[in-house]
């Protein structure tokens, strides 16, 4: 296959482009340069998409696609162009030569994509025109779908026929993203992939797999006892359904890996600003309550002045009465309580004549007084003792002066004039010099508890739950693979286990299926030892040349022998295995490229490759031996993409030029915001043209 021209209008940054790509046999090269975001990559997908068409499904992700300049351009009052004055449509055209039964033949393919509206209904029509060879089809999507088919299917078969789209990414890849193949546990999948599918040793596999089922199922129909044939096909169902499961989760796998090599260094630098994010958070917490003691301590002083206004005389004119009144209020307690005292002394007149009676008798006991003048005069002696002394003692008493106050308001005169009293005025205007301070920070505390509040907010670590959630599938998936493996060799175990009964009749259809696994396991077998050794030693070649780290010094590469269980080891001349997964960013990319070279100089097809980012990871001295010995041996035809930083036009550009047949630059126009091709590559030329 030999691409020789490319056509894109309206598509991302192009508005018409227009490539010649024809190579000669002793100039494969095709350098193609341009900076960073002026169109290299959308070139490379204008290739993929003009062969396996655009997946576009809605009005957005159409103008997602159309050239913004040519957006704006259609608002023009005058269009100029034939696009502005009709519908807007991307158009994509490329023109190949290739394989139609058996012959090479030149082959055109267009796809066009518009927008239809019919009533409310809004879709993205896709025009498809082919000329392969002279037979021409045609076919939109909007057509009904028996009549579709028939030249959508035939088309594709030819497609497929020159590059399956499921091969594609080997052969029209971005280098940066092949380095990123070699890791951890993936080098054995993407070397198995690639022979499998390149050197189409995948279909008697596929054969093989289908023979085992078609014989197992043969079996099933043989078994002596129904129960039996009903065991063995539910095993056999059993066996279908996890082998799907794990042809699933490989896919899921693979899609997780993809997923992990495309946001590693976002996820690591999102965790580095995670980290960052808590700092600042402690900050804002801190501030908040820097701010909020400040509102509480205004909050405080409030309280405390409306507590002074509300207990005024407390505060200010009870101790300045007491102060005033000391003397008199004094004397009033003094003879209150003197009073009180005395008062508390008197004796009840009764308990004079009890102690009265008790003295007569005393006396009359000890013979002090005869009994009949004590009986004469008891009466009246009894009576004028206790008069008395009851007189006695009254006229002693102090007089009252202040019988009118009672004895809780002597108590509350004591309180007055013995209370401890304070006045907090002074204490609460230094409590204002302080929040006054204090609320003159407040404006400069908000704002930066405001600035560091958008800071936290600006950052979106959505992405470090789903990395993790990725990483906790791959994980999950693996183990659960590593489950299926178990059951998948336990149900092997038991349906050999089964009895298969043979009928004395010859069976050839079943002689037949018993031998077609191992018929069809062989054979790939056989090929895969036919061609492995041609692989191994061009590898090995290659890898000797190219991957500067270990430059001469590779003694062996190795695949291994087995269809089912694909792998690949090189060896050092000192006998070590070189472990891939320590090898560097750019070893890895190496290894992969050279891989792919290999399978594409011995596999069963012959595209064009095409590079995007041609240097990736590579260091000066693999760039210099790339550019040597790698680019210009690679395919019949090598399409680079390159900036002036990876092929320099001093010196890089020289090393290349004896390969090249075409050079062009993309110049990004600002103004009309779009692509423009240049001959020649930043200025340089080839000789003689």
Request: charged share 30%; with cysteine.
């Amino acid at each position: 296959m030999l691409i020789t021209r490319i056509k894109a209008h309206h598509f991302k940054t192009y508005h018409a482009l227009d490539l010649d790509l024809n190579v000669s046999e002793d100039k494969p090269l095709v350098l193609i340069g341009g900076a960073n975001g002026g169109g290299k990559t959308t070139l490379f997908q204008a290739v993929c998409g003009a062969l396996y068409g655009l997946k576009i499904q809605t009005e957005a992700q159409f103008h997602e696609l159309y050239n913004t300049g040519d957006n704006a351009r259609s608002g023009h009052a005058n269009p100029t162009s034939p696009s502005e004055q009709g519908i807007k449509h991307i158009t994509l055209e490329i023109h190949f030569e290739g394989h139609l039964m058996g012959e090479e033949k030149l082959h055109m393919l267009t796809r066009r994509y518009e927008v239809s509206t019919s009533g409310k209904k809004t879709e993205v029509v896709e025009y498809v025109n082919a000329n392969f060879g002279g037979m021409k089809y045609a076919f939109n999507t909007a057509m009904p779908q028996r009549e579709r088919m028939k030249h959508q299917t035939e088309i594709a078969k030819i497609i497929k026929a020159n590059l399956p789209e499921e091969l594609s990414r080997y052969f029209l890849f971005d280098a940066m993203e092949s380095g990123a193949l070699v890791r951890e546990d993936e080098i054995n999948r993407v070397i198995r992939e690639n022979i499998e599918s390149v050197m189409g040793f995948g279909k008697y596999l596929q054969l093989g797999r289908v023979a085992e089922t078609l014989a197992k199922r043969t079996n099933a129909e043989r078994l002596k006892l129904e129960n039996e044939k009903h065991e063995y096909m539910r095993l056999l169902g059993e066996k279908r359904q996890l082998e799907a499961r794990a042809a699933a989760l490989e896919q899921e796998r693979t899609e997780c890996f993809a997923f992990r090599r495309k946001n590693t260094s976002l996820y690591e630098a999102l965790k580095i600003d995670l980290d960052e994010g808590f700092t600042i958070t402690r900050s804002i917490e801190q501030t908040k309550k820097e701010i909020e003691t400040i509102l509480s301590k205004e909050r405080s002083y409030h309280s405390a002045a409306q507590g002074f206004t509300q207990n005024f005389e407390q505060h200010v004119i009870l101790p300045n009465l007491a102060h005033t009144l000391r003397s008199e209020l004094a004397l009033i307690i003094s003879t209150k309580n003197a009073v009180e005292k005395e008062g508390g002394e008197t004796i009840k007149r009764e308990t004079v004549e009890r102690i009265v009676r008790e003295a007569l008798r005393y006396l009359r006991d000890k013979a002090a007084l005869d009994e009949t003048s004590t009986q004469a005069l008891e009466p009246s002696l009894e009576t004028s003792l206790v008069e008395y002394l009851v007189s006695a003692r009254m006229s002693s008493a102090q007089a009252d002066f202040y019988e009118f106050l009672n004895q809780q308001e002597v108590r509350a005169l004591e309180n007055l004039l013995h209370g401890a009293h304070t006045n907090p005025f002074a204490a609460m205007m230094e409590q204002k010099t302080q929040v006054i301070s204090q609320l003159e920070r407040l404006p400069a505390l908000e704002q930066s508890l405001e600035e560091r509040r958008t800071h936290a907010a600006s950052k979106d670590f959505s992405l470090l739950r789903l990395f993790e959630r990725n990483e906790n599938t791959i994980e999950l998936h693996t183990e659960e693979q590593k489950r299926i493996t178990t059951d998948l060799a336990a149900i092997e175990t038991r349906l050999h286990a089964f009895d298969i009964q043979m009928d004395n009749a010859a069976d050839p259809k079943y002689d037949i299926l018993q031998k077609l696994k191992p018929f069809f396991l062989e054979t790939g077998a056989t090929l895969l030892q036919a061609k492995k050794r041609q692989i191994e030693m061009t590898m090995m070649q290659d890898l000797n040349i190219n991957l500067v780290p270990y430059r001469s010094v590779i003694d062996r590469v190795e695949i291994s022998d087995s269809l089912t269980d694909l792998s690949f080891r090189m060896y050092h001349a000192s006998g070590n295995e070189i472990a891939l997964n320590q090898l560097n960013t750019a070893s890895k990319q190496i290894v992969v490229q050279c891989l792919l070279k290999a399978l594409h100089e011995f596999g069963e097809y012959n595209p064009p490759v095409m590079i995007d980012t041609v240097m990736g990871a590579l260091d000066e001295a693999s760039r210099q031996t790339v550019l040597k010995n790698y680019f210009p041996e690679l395919s019949h035809q090598t399409i680079l993409l390159s900036s002036d930083s990876e092929i320099r036009p001093d010196g890089d550009f020289d090393t290349l030029a004896p390969f090249i047949s075409r050079i062009y630059t993309l110049r990004r126009d600002k103004e009309r915001q779009c692509t423009e091709i240049e001959e020649g590559y930043f200025g340089k030329r080839l000789a003689g043209s």
